[in-house]
């Protein structure tokens, strides 16, 4: 049978098409927010991470958005490539609360060809 | 090596066994981080250690869960009398500074265990 916490959000998207990803946090006093990928059987890969005092960030092929106003943050993946289909994860470093990590349920990417 | 490696890789207990399982952090690498990860969902904070240090066990979820780093580097979490709900892969991170800013953590490939 299936077991409870498989159904994750999916995004399907074209290979070449661009991809968005969005995360909702509640804590308003996290100073840095983080996305990892996670590929199937391995631990989560850093992408990119954004300060709070930030709105935006670019790195290699992806933009991080931060809105502090309706705590929302995207992670913008553009061109997506069959390499791209892995669990995308956000996380925030709440400034209380030392370096540790709280994360998101996480969204699925699956890149079709 | 290059990053951070666990083992075992997998781990399978009958109900009631103890286990440990090792992390081997980033060489020079002052924190290290334990999380679990339930099937499906994101990883979740066990505990921190600065060096030797355990400063923060505040995600361990009952006495039956321990860690350690005696020697700074290499760490081992071992959970007494294994319970189903124990089942999860669990993930170790380190990064290279210690305190409250952040830098960015490496995580291991995870051990995987089943709790039968």
């Known amino acids: 049978g299936e077991s409870v916490g498989l159904h994750l959000p999916t995004l399907s998207v074209q290979e070449g098409d661009n991809s968005i990803i969005n995360c909702a946090y509640s804590?308003?006093?996290?100073?840095?927010f983080i996305w990892y990928k996670q590929e199937s059987g391995k631990g989560p890969q850093f992408i990119i991470d954004?300060?709070?005092?930030?709105d935006k960030r670019q790195g290699q092929r992806v933009t991080v958005l931060l809105n502090k106003t309706v705590k929302h943050l995207s992670l913008q993946i553009a061109a997506t490539q069959p390499g791209d289909s892995a669990v995308y994860f956000c996380?925030?470093?709440?400034?209380?609360?030392?370096?540790?990590?709280?994360f998101g349920g996480g969204t699925r990417v699956l890149v079709k060809p | 090596g290059a990053g951070v490696s666990q083992s075992p890789r997998y781990k399978v207990a009958k109900r009631g066994q103890d286990v440990a399982l090792r992390c081997d952090p980033i060489?020079?690498?002052?924190?290290l981080f334990w999380y679990q990860q339930a099937l499906g969902q994101g990883p979740e904070f066990l505990t921190y250690?600065?060096?030797?240090?355990?400063?923060?066990k505040s995600g361990l979820p009952s006495d039956r869960f321990f860690a350690e780093r005696p020697e700074g580097s290499v760490s081992t979490l071992k959970i007494q009398r294994t319970q189903q709900e124990d089942s999860a892969v669990y993930l170790c991170a380190s990064s290279v500074r210690g305190g409250t800013d952040y830098n960015e953590q490496f995580f291991g490939p995870g051990t995987r265990l089943t709790v039968l």
């Open positions: 996380a925030e470093k709440r400034k209380a609360a030392g370096n540790k990590l709280t």
């Open positions: 060489s020079g690498h002052v924190s």
């Open positions: 250690f600065q060096n030797e240090a355990q400063l923060d």
């Open positions: 954004i300060r709070s005092n930030m």
């Open positions: 804590n308003s006093a996290s100073d840095y």
